[in-house]
Protein backbone atom coordinates (compact mmCIF):
# COMPACT_ATOMS: atom_id res chain seq x y z
CA UNK A 1 0.00 0.00 0.00
CA UNK A 2 2.64 2.53 1.05
CA UNK A 3 4.37 1.94 -2.30
CA UNK A 4 1.10 2.54 -4.11
CA UNK A 5 0.88 5.99 -2.56
CA UNK A 6 4.54 6.62 -2.22
CA UNK A 7 4.03 6.44 -6.45
CA UNK A 8 1.02 9.28 -6.28
CA UNK A 9 3.14 12.26 -6.71
CA UNK A 10 6.07 10.63 -8.46
CA UNK A 11 4.30 9.22 -11.31
CA UNK A 12 2.93 12.26 -12.50
CA UNK A 13 6.09 13.69 -11.79
CA UNK A 14 7.77 11.89 -14.51
CA UNK A 15 5.23 12.67 -16.47
CA UNK A 16 6.51 15.99 -16.63
CA UNK A 17 10.27 15.50 -16.77
CA UNK A 18 10.49 16.95 -20.03
CA UNK A 19 9.70 20.23 -18.34
CA UNK A 20 12.17 23.11 -17.70
CA UNK A 21 11.02 23.59 -14.30
CA UNK A 22 10.08 20.52 -12.63
CA UNK A 23 8.81 20.82 -8.45
CA UNK A 24 8.83 17.85 -6.33
CA UNK A 25 5.38 16.78 -4.70
CA UNK A 26 6.18 18.64 -1.45
CA UNK A 27 7.61 21.77 -3.47
CA UNK A 28 4.07 22.39 -5.35
CA UNK A 29 2.27 21.56 -2.65
CA UNK A 30 4.13 24.46 -0.92
CA UNK A 31 3.42 26.57 -3.96
CA UNK A 32 -0.17 26.54 -3.87
CA UNK A 33 -0.01 27.38 -0.20
CA UNK A 34 2.10 30.48 -0.17
CA UNK A 35 -0.65 31.01 -3.66
CA UNK A 36 -3.69 30.58 -1.37
CA UNK A 37 -2.12 33.09 1.74
CA UNK A 38 -1.25 35.55 -0.03
CA UNK A 39 -4.38 35.53 -2.60
CA UNK A 40 -6.37 35.76 0.98
CA UNK A 41 -4.51 38.29 2.71
CA UNK A 42 -4.02 40.24 -0.23
CA UNK A 43 -6.52 43.36 -1.04
CA UNK A 44 -6.13 42.58 -4.55
CA UNK A 45 -6.55 40.23 -7.21
CA UNK A 46 -2.47 38.58 -7.72
CA UNK A 47 -1.33 36.89 -11.04
CA UNK A 48 -2.99 33.46 -11.20
CA UNK A 49 -1.41 30.57 -10.72
CA UNK A 50 -2.98 28.18 -13.25
CA UNK A 51 -0.23 26.16 -14.14
CA UNK A 52 0.02 24.98 -10.62
CA UNK A 53 -3.83 24.67 -9.72
CA UNK A 54 -3.89 22.82 -12.88
CA UNK A 55 -0.97 20.37 -11.73
CA UNK A 56 -2.20 20.14 -8.25
CA UNK A 57 -5.61 18.98 -9.79
CA UNK A 58 -3.86 16.57 -12.16
CA UNK A 59 -2.48 14.81 -8.82
CA UNK A 60 -5.06 15.01 -6.77
CA UNK A 61 -6.90 12.32 -9.48
CA UNK A 62 -3.63 10.68 -9.59
CA UNK A 63 -3.94 9.97 -5.47
CA UNK A 64 -7.75 9.32 -5.75
CA UNK A 65 -7.19 6.67 -8.26
CA UNK A 66 -3.90 5.01 -6.58
CA UNK A 67 -6.02 5.44 -3.07
CA UNK A 68 -8.97 3.27 -4.99
CA UNK A 69 -6.36 0.44 -4.79
CA UNK A 70 -5.74 0.34 -1.28
CA UNK A 71 -7.15 -2.31 0.51
CA UNK A 72 -10.01 -1.95 2.73
CA UNK A 73 -9.38 -1.43 6.56
CA UNK A 74 -5.41 -0.48 5.61
CA UNK A 75 -4.80 2.06 8.92
CA UNK A 76 -2.56 4.49 6.54
CA UNK A 77 -5.39 5.11 3.84
CA UNK A 78 -7.10 7.54 6.10
CA UNK A 79 -4.06 9.27 6.52
CA UNK A 80 -3.68 9.79 3.23
CA UNK A 81 -7.44 10.66 2.62
CA UNK A 82 -7.14 13.60 5.01
CA UNK A 83 -3.86 14.44 2.73
CA UNK A 84 -5.92 14.81 -0.11
CA UNK A 85 -8.94 16.66 1.41
CA UNK A 86 -6.51 19.06 3.48
CA UNK A 87 -4.62 19.94 -0.42
CA UNK A 88 -8.39 19.94 -2.51
CA UNK A 89 -9.79 22.29 0.81
CA UNK A 90 -6.78 24.57 0.39
CA UNK A 91 -7.46 24.51 -3.75
CA UNK A 92 -10.97 25.26 -3.31
CA UNK A 93 -10.33 27.87 -0.94
CA UNK A 94 -7.70 29.61 -2.95
CA UNK A 95 -9.94 29.95 -6.23
CA UNK A 96 -13.13 30.98 -4.21
CA UNK A 97 -10.96 33.77 -2.61
CA UNK A 98 -9.65 34.63 -6.25
CA UNK A 99 -13.62 34.63 -7.67
CA UNK A 100 -14.99 36.55 -4.70
CA UNK A 101 -12.06 39.35 -5.67
CA UNK A 102 -13.73 39.05 -9.02
CA UNK A 103 -17.33 40.12 -8.17
CA UNK A 104 -16.36 42.19 -6.12
CA UNK A 105 -13.47 44.14 -8.39
CA UNK A 106 -14.85 42.91 -11.95
CA UNK A 107 -14.83 46.13 -13.66
CA UNK A 108 -11.33 47.61 -12.51
CA UNK A 109 -9.84 43.56 -12.90
CA UNK A 110 -10.91 43.45 -16.72
CA UNK A 111 -9.30 46.67 -17.08
CA UNK A 112 -5.98 45.82 -15.74
CA UNK A 113 -5.80 42.98 -17.69
CA UNK A 114 -6.97 45.05 -20.38
CA UNK A 115 -3.94 47.31 -20.37
CA UNK A 116 -1.31 44.56 -19.29
CA UNK A 117 1.45 44.79 -21.66
CA UNK A 118 3.23 42.55 -23.80
CA UNK A 119 5.35 39.82 -21.62
CA UNK A 120 3.48 40.58 -18.19
CA UNK A 121 2.08 37.85 -16.29
CA UNK A 122 -1.72 37.27 -17.19
CA UNK A 123 -3.83 38.18 -14.33
CA UNK A 124 -7.00 35.93 -15.10
CA UNK A 125 -7.04 32.50 -16.24
CA UNK A 126 -9.09 32.03 -19.60
CA UNK A 127 -11.83 30.72 -17.44
CA UNK A 128 -11.36 33.58 -15.08
CA UNK A 129 -11.55 35.99 -17.49
CA UNK A 130 -14.79 34.28 -19.54
CA UNK A 131 -16.40 34.80 -15.65
CA UNK A 132 -15.54 37.91 -15.16
CA UNK A 133 -16.73 39.65 -18.39
CA UNK A 134 -19.73 37.54 -18.13
CA UNK A 135 -20.31 39.37 -14.48
CA UNK A 136 -20.25 42.31 -16.13
CA UNK A 137 -22.53 42.05 -18.42
CA UNK A 138 -25.25 40.36 -16.35
CA UNK A 139 -24.46 43.04 -13.90
CA UNK A 140 -24.94 45.86 -16.39
CA UNK A 141 -28.06 44.39 -17.93
CA UNK A 142 -29.52 43.54 -14.70
CA UNK A 143 -28.90 47.36 -13.27
CA UNK A 144 -30.37 48.80 -16.84
CA UNK A 145 -33.47 46.35 -15.84
CA UNK A 146 -33.98 47.23 -12.48
CA UNK A 147 -33.24 50.77 -12.26
CA UNK A 148 -31.70 52.79 -15.20
CA UNK A 149 -34.44 52.43 -17.70
CA UNK A 150 -36.24 54.26 -15.34
CA UNK A 151 -34.11 57.41 -14.65
CA UNK A 152 -33.33 60.15 -16.72
CA UNK A 153 -32.28 60.37 -20.17
CA UNK A 154 -29.38 61.52 -18.45
CA UNK A 155 -28.79 59.09 -15.94
CA UNK A 156 -28.90 56.15 -17.48
CA UNK A 157 -25.96 55.30 -18.05
CA UNK A 158 -23.12 54.19 -15.42
CA UNK A 159 -19.69 54.22 -15.28
CA UNK A 160 -18.74 50.76 -14.03
CA UNK A 161 -15.13 51.80 -12.78
CA UNK A 162 -16.40 54.62 -10.99
CA UNK A 163 -19.57 52.80 -9.47
CA UNK A 164 -17.75 49.77 -7.99
CA UNK A 165 -14.50 50.63 -5.44
CA UNK A 166 -11.00 49.65 -6.35
CA UNK A 167 -9.13 47.70 -3.63
CA UNK A 168 -7.56 49.58 -0.81
CA UNK A 169 -3.86 49.08 -1.52
CA UNK A 170 -3.13 50.83 1.76
CA UNK A 171 -4.40 48.72 3.81
CA UNK A 172 -2.27 47.07 6.35
CA UNK A 173 -0.92 43.37 6.09
CA UNK A 174 1.50 40.78 7.92
CA UNK A 175 4.02 39.25 6.35
CA UNK A 176 7.09 36.94 6.63
CA UNK A 177 10.51 37.60 4.58
CA UNK A 178 11.69 35.40 2.80
CA UNK A 179 14.70 36.81 0.89
CA UNK A 180 16.34 39.91 2.65
CA UNK A 181 15.70 43.04 1.36
CA UNK A 182 17.04 46.43 1.59
CA UNK A 183 16.46 49.86 0.96
CA UNK A 184 12.08 49.58 1.07
CA UNK A 185 10.95 52.80 0.77
CA UNK A 186 8.07 53.30 3.77
CA UNK A 187 5.48 56.07 3.05
CA UNK A 188 4.90 58.06 6.40
CA UNK A 189 1.50 57.48 8.63
CA UNK A 190 0.98 60.86 9.20
CA UNK A 191 1.68 64.39 7.48
CA UNK A 192 3.99 65.19 10.38
CA UNK A 193 6.38 62.06 9.80
CA UNK A 194 8.54 61.60 6.26
CA UNK A 195 9.22 58.57 4.29
CA UNK A 196 11.87 56.18 6.10
CA UNK A 197 13.78 53.08 4.39
CA UNK A 198 14.23 49.90 6.25
CA UNK A 199 15.82 46.84 5.16
CA UNK A 200 13.60 43.61 5.52
CA UNK A 201 15.79 40.91 7.30
CA UNK A 202 15.34 37.12 5.86
CA UNK A 203 12.61 35.50 8.45
CA UNK A 204 11.73 38.49 10.09
CA UNK A 205 8.01 39.08 9.99
CA UNK A 206 6.37 42.65 10.44
CA UNK A 207 3.43 44.57 9.62
CA UNK A 208 3.19 46.94 6.67
CA UNK A 209 1.38 49.06 3.95
CA UNK A 210 0.30 46.56 1.29
CA UNK A 211 1.06 49.22 -1.23
CA UNK A 212 4.78 49.46 -0.14
CA UNK A 213 5.51 45.38 -0.52
CA UNK A 214 3.19 44.67 -3.05
CA UNK A 215 6.07 43.94 -5.56
CA UNK A 216 7.84 41.67 -3.30
CA UNK A 217 4.35 39.55 -2.93
CA UNK A 218 4.11 39.24 -6.83
CA UNK A 219 7.78 38.37 -6.68
CA UNK A 220 7.86 35.91 -3.66
CA UNK A 221 10.40 37.49 -2.16
CA UNK A 222 8.05 37.84 1.05
CA UNK A 223 5.09 36.06 1.92
CA UNK A 224 1.44 37.30 3.50
CA UNK A 225 0.45 35.68 6.94
Known amino acids: ?14 EDDS ?6 PA ?17 ELLENKSEVVECVMEQLTHMESNL ?8 KASVHR ?10 SSYLRSRLQKIEKYFPHVLEKEKSRRDGEPSLLSPEECAFAKEYYTN ?13 PPNLQT ?20 KERQENI ?4 ETDDQREYVVDLEEGSQHLMRYRTIAPLVSSGAVQLI
Do not use: H
Open 185 to 188: MVEP
Open 68 to 75: QRVKKGDA
Open 19 to 24: QEDVMT
Open 139 to 151: TETYLKAVALKRM
Open 82 to 91: MEIDRIRFVL
Open 27 to 43: ELIAKLEEAWLNEKFSP
Open 158 to 177: VDMLKAVPEPCLDSFVFLRV
Open 1 to 14: MSDALSDDWNDVQQ
